[in-house]
């Protein structure tokens, strides 16, 4: 029953995210921690960071491994595990694959269509919006409890604004001095 849930949830958040990864994790947040209850604030904070270090959009990378984490919890085989990420996964990728699928087959009609561009333009401060959100909803006391966040905060976005650092450079200096200083 958790694998339909899972799915019904993840296939939702795939099908009314537009703009991506970062858009969809205010969504997931609500459904997976406020909502479900599945995860706590703590676990998905952890989750979105190790989404985006790994490879892939964070979106779908929090999804697969919340998928894991959700049937881990609940005492599942590694098995059964995985089949939640697998589950999840698909979930939220499969609506914009067939929507995706659908526009490409029909955009040649469209696209000339003043109704068609302005739904398109339409969308644009949405997606601002939805990546807004996501932004302030990880901006919590978890994420930056004390002096020493706050200043590795400010050294990466410095480091990334203004020096142009490498990000995996930023990235494992801030695992480097985040080990040292905690």
Known sequence: MIYLELFTTFFMIGLFTIGGGYAMLSLIQAQVVTIHSWIDEDTFTDIVAISQMTPGPVGINSATYIGYTVLEQS???EFMCILGSFSTTLAV????????LTICRMY??????NIFGSVMDGLKPAVAG?????AITLMTKENFPDWKSWMLFAAAFIASWWGKA???AVIIAGGILGLLLY
């Open 75 to 77: 005492g599942a085989s």
């Open 93 to 100: 990728v499969l609506p914009s694959f067939i929507i995706v």
């Open 108 to 113: 040649s009609r469209f696209r000339s269509n």
């Open 130 to 134: 939805l990546i807004g959100a996501a």
């Open 166 to 168: 490498n990000p995996i």
